[in-house]
């Protein structure tokens, strides 16, 4: 069954009393409303700064807000919703008229810092979606948001359940899938790529999942030298993706 998407596909949500001021306080992200514990102090300059962008405020317990939140010890009782105006479901984009062709699929990376290194240099290299399960990988929470540096808010995120419905969804649409491994893969540089392409990027300590190594249809890798085994799995990803736009000729880097 195809995941029809979380009404939470819309939004990034930060939290704790300094990511949330910051996102309130830059005018080039859209804040979709903030919520506030009821016995959380010293944001009255959070109340300040929502109020004069126009932003809701709404309260709630101190346990809605963890559990909103999804970090109980760090959410200091307040979140914040940004808007992430290129973020949608994997189905409804693979559904809409130009839809992608060369896609992402992150599979069971946990380390945050990798994750928001990965949407930060996709997005760079103009890959047309990063695909994010809400499960089995690292949330979409201040730490990615840091890592990459705010690109978080404006990649091409699509977003699904797992990662083996994302695997069988793509597969479903038509997408080869061809997963990255040390050795013993065509070369990546050397291989021809297909019309639709999603590129699956293993965990770092697990690899590729099982459900989702049975869609693979392809094998890469990338040539090492001087006995280096492996790269870390956002370095993978950047040179993946420049390789992918430099074969695609998507040299002008258009903004958008």
Same mark, same amino acid.
């Given at each position: 069954?195809?995941?029809?998407?979380?009404?939470?596909?819309?939004?990034?949500?930060?939290?704790?009393?300094?990511?949330?001021?910051?996102?309130?306080?830059?005018?080039?992200?859209?804040?979709?409303?903030? %919520?506030?514990?009821?016995?959380?102090?010293?944001?009255?300059?959070?109340?300040?700064?929502?109020?004069?962008?126009?932003?809701?405020?709404?309260?709630?317990?101190?346990?809605?807000?963890?559990?909103?939140?999804?970090?109980?010890?760090?959410?200091?009782?307040?979140?914040?919703?940004?808007?992430?105006?290129?973020?949608?479901?994997? #189905?409804?984009?693979?559904?809409?008229?130009?839809?992608?062709?060369?896609?992402?699929?992150?599979?069971?990376?946990?380390?945050?810092?990798?994750?928001?290194?990965?949407?930060?240099?996709?997005?760079?290299?103009? %890959?047309?979606? %990063?695909?994010?399960?809400?499960?089995?990988?690292?949330?979409?929470?201040? @730490?990615?948001?840091?890592?990459?540096?705010?690109?978080?808010?404006?990649?091409?995120?699509?977003?699904?359940?797992?990662?083996?419905?994302?695997?069988?969804?793509?597969?479903? #649409?038509?997408?080869?899938?061809?997963?990255?491994?040390?050795?013993?893969?065509?070369?990546?540089?050397?291989?021809?790529?297909?019309?639709?392409?999603?590129?699956? @990027?293993?965990?770092?300590?697990?690899?590729?999942?099982?459900?989702?190594?049975?869609?693979?249809?392809?094998?890469?890798?990338?040539?090492?030298?001087?006995?280096?085994?492996?790269?870390?799995?956002?370095?993978?990803?950047?040179?993946?993706?420049?390789?992918?736009?430099?074969?695609?000729?998507?040299?002008?880097?258009?903004?958008?």
């Amino acid at each position: 069954m195809t995941d029809s998407g979380s009404p939470k596909d819309r939004f990034i949500t930060v939290y704790g009393r300094k990511p949330v001021l910051e996102v309130l306080t830059d005018d080039e992200l859209a804040v979709d409303k903030v %919520i506030i514990a009821e016995s959380a102090r010293g944001v009255h300059q959070i109340r300040r700064a929502a109020a004069s962008r126009g932003v809701r405020v709404d309260t709630a317990s101190a346990h809605r807000v963890k559990v909103l939140a999804g970090n109980g010890r760090q959410d200091q009782g307040v979140l914040a919703d940004v808007v992430a105006p290129r973020m949608r479901p994997l #189905a409804g984009a693979l559904d809409a008229p130009g839809g992608p062709a060369r896609v992402l699929l992150v599979d069971g990376v946990t380390t945050p810092a990798n994750l928001g290194m990965i949407l930060r240099t996709a997005t760079a290299a103009g %890959i047309d979606g %990063i695909v994010v399960p809400r499960r089995g990988v690292a949330s979409l929470d201040p @730490l990615v948001v840091k890592a990459s540096a705010g690109v978080a808010f404006r990649a091409p995120v699509l977003r699904c359940a797992t990662a083996a419905e994302a695997a069988g969804t793509l597969s479903d #649409a038509g997408f080869e899938l061809l997963a990255l491994r040390a050795d013993n893969g065509r070369s990546l540089y050397e291989t021809t790529l297909p019309p639709k392409a999603a590129f699956v @990027l293993g965990g770092e300590s697990t690899g590729i999942s099982e459900p989702v190594r049975e869609r693979v249809t392809g094998w890469l890798s990338i040539p090492m030298h001087s006995d280096v085994e492996s790269l870390n799995v956002s370095a993978a990803a950047a040179v993946l993706c420049f390789e992918v736009a430099r074969r695609d000729g998507r040299g002008t880097y258009a903004r958008g």
